[in-house]
């Protein structure tokens, strides 16, 4: 087989059907949209979820739960990513944006005590978990709150 020989499905390919060009055509007066009704006339759109004037689906269905506008959003960093700093640095949100560990500062950044840290590091951060200040201390760090 090769490209020059295909040929189309026989009944595959339907000429363009040619509306409102006379009765003859079988397609003349309404055009094939039948009488009357919304979808006859000219520059008629409904919504995808519009169901005719039934209640539709989207408000059927109950609502469910809660959604706090005032939420923050904090991006999360955990201990053992610290690692990567120098002994006696200090570390502040701009710096975490700059070492690609977080995409936005957001609301603030939160410092999560997963893994284990071995250096001195003095780490600026908007919120700290109990365990995290335990082990950057313990290793010799501070902990400061912005």
């Known amino acids: 087989m090769k490209l020059n020989?295909?040929?189309k499905s026989p009944g595959s390919?339907?000429?363009?059907k040619r509306v409102g060009r006379g009765n003859a055509?079988?397609?003349g007066t309404t055009a094939g949209r039948g009488m009357n009704g919304q979808k006859s006339?000219?520059?008629?759109?409904?919504?995808?979820?519009?169901e005719g004037g039934q209640m539709p689906l989207s408000r059927r269905i109950p609502k469910r739960g809660f959604c706090n506008i005032?939420?923050?959003?904090y991006a999360i960093i955990n201990l053992e990513k610290l690692?990567?700093?120098n002994d006696d640095e200090v570390i502040n949100p701009e710096r975490f944006l700059e070492e690609g560990m977080i995409k936005k500062i957001g609301d603030g950044i939160k410092i999560l005590g997963g893994g284990a840290i071995n250096k001195k590091i003095t780490v600026r951060a908007?919120?700290?978990?109990?365990?995290?200040?335990?082990?950057i201390e313990s290793a010799?760090?501070?902990v400061e709150v912005i």
Request: hydrophobic residues 20%; aromatic residues 12%.
């Open 5 to 7: 020989n295909l040929e």
């Open 13 to 16: 390919v339907h000429a363009k």
């Open 25 to 27: 055509s079988g397609n």
């Open 41 to 50: 006339r000219s520059g008629s759109k409904t919504r995808s979820y519009f």
């Open 70 to 73: 005032f939420k923050k959003e």
């Open 83 to 85: 690692n990567r700093f």
């Open 126 to 135: 908007h919120r700290f978990s109990q365990e995290a200040i335990k082990k």
């Open 140 to 142: 010799g760090g501070k």
